[in-house]
């Protein structure tokens, strides 16, 4: 029975971190200070007042995006206090924050050291004091980096343990101290993460002893924001992050993050985030100036992932723009820099229809090609590849380049042009359900919803085979349209009708969408 509950737990934990990765590629990566201590009246001490006076100027260095003196201060504190664990876990976040910007082994060597010292020191304090909160919120805490880590490494089986004892930890503090808001933090993660677990495999959820609820999580997260002192700059982002992403709360979102930024303007990671808001909300010109941001802070070139990330999506955001030769070179950059299992496919389709579009056939093949042999993961990425096979076989007619050029045109807002582009091709027998469907999308984006409904009703009727994500994301936005109509029962209708469908493109982004909607209309 234990090996078949760890198993259920590593399958878990897959899961979880599919979603964590996903949120560290929203963020772009935040300086990763953590959970600290409550200020018990047995603890206040000059020793302790000095040890939490400089962790807070180390993570304030942090934030501040200057690593080399924030590293500098966190070794004096563990010198300074060989048995305490606070300087090592600062420094073993530091290390971390590297490792997943970098994918260098030495950051991850440099981690691994840290951690193992603040494990080793926390449990020592422990075993002195079982009452401590503070050691046991940061020991929970220290495995939580742990399994990022060997996450990120891909070595599931060892994330999944330290997963578990960061849950436990972190459980049994608040069971001990309902008041530990540091704590809150690390368990509004799990909350949120645990409850954002695709139905179809929850029952693995519960068969682990694990508990989740997305409410729950935002709560603690917001409870952490306002009480607690280490790690409030952080639940205030995942704070902004989740209001964009689950409860489509841009104004709120943005908010959140543009107030941090004006305390920490070379945040790379409040750059990136606001970039990608920016670009959810489909300003790409906004989204592209956050992005050059980062790309023309110098101490950003070691980041490579960090940095190919923010080259693929001004790349992206080009693109969208028809600015087919400027995309080309952000695309460019993002492959040759970065060599990881995330947007390489959707890049280099992307790559391939720039060069196509400006009359480079020859390089389009190669880019698809190399799109059609590659192994990245995501969303996008296994979108990418079916249309890179397709469009290897037979180059690019005028039809295809007015139907692109169309759709990116409703993505960056121009609703004019995106009109002009689709409405004489929606009778096409190859893209008149895609171009109906953007159709609407320009109309729905605008408030004109019985245009909008009229073009997603058309993509329903005419029912293209080989896009089958077109019929089930329809029916999405009728209910969008239905819902801001406040005719709910009708939006409920058509929400359950997306259901049904399975098996097609995009098919989690619509499966989240769904479910937080369903909640929005309880």
């Not at 193992?116 to 004091?129: I, S, T």
Request: include cysteine; charged fraction near 25%.
């Amino acid at each position: 029975m234990t090996t078949y509950k760890h198993k259920m737990t590593m399958s878990v934990v897959i899961q979880c971190f599919s979603i964590l990765r996903n949120l560290f590629l929203l963020i772009g990566g935040i300086a990763l200070s953590c959970p600290v201590w409550a200020q018990s009246n047995t603890r206040l001490t000059a020793q302790r007042d000095h040890i939490t006076n400089s962790a807070m100027q180390a993570i304030h260095t942090m934030y501040s995006w200057e690593f080399d003196r924030a590293e500098a201060m966190l070794k004096q504190l563990s010198e300074q206090y060989p048995q305490d664990p606070t300087g090592q876990f600062f420094l073993s976040s530091l290390h971390l924050w590297k490792y997943l910007a970098s994918n260098r082994d030495e950051d991850l060597r440099r981690f691994l050291l840290a951690n193992e010292q603040a494990v080793q020191r926390g449990e020592q304090a422990l075993k002195a004091d079982p009452n401590d909160s503070y050691i046991r919120t940061l020991l929970g805490s220290s495995f939580g980096y742990r399994a990022l880590a060997n996450a990120r490494a891909e070595n599931f089986i060892k994330a999944s343990w330290d997963a578990r004892s960061c849950y436990d930890y972190l459980n049994e503090v608040l069971r001990r101290n309902p008041n530990e808001y540091e704590a809150y933090v690390g368990m509004g993660i799990f909350q949120f993460v645990l409850g954002s677990i695709p139905t179809s495999v929850q029952w693995a959820v519960n068969l682990t002893g694990l508990r989740g609820d997305r409410d729950v999580g935002v709560k603690l997260l917001t409870i952490a924001a306002e009480k607690s002192r280490y790690f409030r700059n952080d639940a205030t982002i995942l704070l902004g992050l989740l209001a964009v992403y689950y409860k489509n709360d841009y104004t709120q979102g943005v908010k959140y993050l543009k107030g941090l930024l004006d305390q920490y303007p070379r945040n790379a990671g409040l750059l990136y985030a606001l970039g990608n808001v920016e670009s959810q909300l489909k300003k790409m010109p906004n989204a592209i100036g956050y992005f050059q941001r980062i790309l023309n802070d110098e101490s950003n070139k070691s980041f490579t992932i960090f940095a190919g990330f923010a080259h693929f999506r001004i790349g992206e955001a080009y693109y969208r723009l028809n600015e087919f030769e400027k995309a080309k070179i952000s695309f460019q950059r993002f492959v040759k820099t970065v060599n990881d299992k995330t947007f390489r496919s959707i890049a280099l389709l992307r790559l391939g229809v720039c060069y196509e579009m400006t009359g480079d056939r020859a390089n389009a093949v190669k880019a698809y090609t190399l799109c059609r042999d590659d192994f990245s993961i995501t969303v996008e990425d296994r979108w990418a590849r079916r249309k890179a096979k397709e469009y290897l076989v037979v180059p690019m007619d005028e039809i295809t380049k007015q139907y692109l050029r169309g759709e990116n045109a409703v993505e960056s807002l121009n609703f004019t042009q995106g009109q002009a582009l689709l409405q004489p091709i929606i009778e096409n027998a190859q893209y008149g359900a895609q171009a109906s469907y953007f159709l609407g999308e320009s109309y729905r984006l605008q408030g004109q919803y019985t245009q909008a409904r009229t073009a997603y009703q058309k993509v329903i009727q005419m029912r293209n085979s080989v896009e089958a994500w077109l019929v089930p994301w329809a029916f999405y936005r009728l209910s969008q349209c239905s819902y801001a109509e406040n005719k709910l029962e009708e939006s409920r209708s058509y929400l359950e009708k997306a259901k049904v469908y399975s098996g097609y493109d995009f098919e989690e982004w619509l499966m989240f969408a769904l479910e937080r909607d369903v909640l929005k209309l309880k």
